[in-house]
């Protein structure tokens, strides 16, 4: 692209509260998802966390670094860095950037949720699809969830690749497409997950302190990508609207059950350790903070047989 464009020229002279800003909303996309990568290998379980919500967001998130990537002005911006300076064009490229950077966060929720996923450890059968919970995932529905991600960036970056090289004109369209489907994936993308912390009624590995920066870091990177790309790129800040209203109403479950909630028995007497299972009883020490100490009555005979 020709840099005496209206375009370049003005990608030329960046706006310094945007790029600080902009700056600043990759650094806290890192820092919010780095308190649920914690909290997996700290917990060594990935228990409470949806493999369907994984999938969703994963997918979601690939289909949005696609679509940020394929976008018109994207390659325009690419194009100008070739003339401008290097400052400059780093400050036009962090859309970009903090799209990568928010799919490598998730991707990353999805190795540490396959590693770390609580499941049989026979020296039999060590892999064996055993439910997490009772008529929960098993440990193959986690593989099937890893497979379908990988599956589904590497459709996409063929397409992506084969509409560039054969149908230029089509890639504004394609572009859209890979919005849109963000933008559905997102919006189911935490309907699995509000089930199955609803269900455990316990948070698990679940991180609040990633939801309460995410909540509202949301909608501020939702307003600068839409400064940015402005409303001709709804299709990429739009889902961030979505997203932040329904991660919003996880979190309200979430903390009403973390610290309002009875998060660690389950019913009838029974509890839930932290990888799921139902055992028959509570512990003794736990039972014997609720049960009360029988002391000698009058109703006790003074001599007792052993």
């Known amino acids: 692209m020709d840099p005496s464009t209206p375009y370049c020229r003005e990608l030329a002279s960046p706006n ?5 800003l902009s700056v600043l909303i990759v650094f806290g996309i890192l820092l919010s998802y780095l308190p649920q990568h914690i909290r997996i290998i700290a917990r060594r379980s990935s228990f409470g966390i949806s493999p369907y919500f994984v999938l969703l967001g994963v997918t979601s ?21 070739q003339e401008i300076s290097g400052v400059a064009c780093f400050a036009g490229l962090l859309g970009v950037v903090q799209v990568g950077t928010q799919w490598l966060c998730f991707f990353t929720i999805l190795l540490l949720f396959v590693i770390y996923f609580p499941r049989a450890t ?19 529905t986690a593989l099937v969830v890893t497979g379908l991600c990988l599956l589904h960036a590497l459709a996409t970056i063929i397409i992506s690749v084969a509409f560039n090289i054969r149908q230029p004109a089509a890639m504004p369209a394609w572009a859209n497409f890979l919005g849109i489907l963000s933008a559905v994936l997102a919006s189911i993308q935490y309907f699995p997950q509000i089930y199955t912390t609803f269900r455990l009624r316990c948070v698990g590995s ?3 302190p990633m939801m309460c920066i995410q909540t509202p870091g949301s909608l501020v990177w ?14 990429i800040w739009g889902v961030l609207v979505v997203t932040a209203c329904l991660q919003g109403s996880l979190l309200v479950m979430a903390i009403y059950f973390e610290y309002f909630g009875s998060n660690h028995k389950g019913v009838a007497g029974h509890h839930v350790d932290e990888n799921g299972a139902l055992n028959g009883a509570a512990p003794a020490d736990e039972r014997a903070e609720h ?12 001599l007792q047989s052993h």
């Open 206 to 208: 679940l991180s609040i």
């Open 122 to 140: 026979s020296p039999t059968d060590p892999v064996s699809a055993v439910s997490s919970t009772p008529n929960g995932p098993t440990y193959r």
């Open 222 to 235: 939702a307003s600068s990508l839409a400064a940015r790309k402005g409303w001709a790129g709804w299709s």
């Open 16 to 20: 310094a509260f945007q790029t600080v």
């Open 61 to 81: 998130g690939t289909s949005a670094f696609a679509n940020i990537l394929v976008f018109p002005s994207t390659a325009q911006d690419v194009a100008c860095c």
């Open 291 to 302: 049960e009360p100490l029988e002391g000698p009555s009058e109703e006790t005979p003074l």
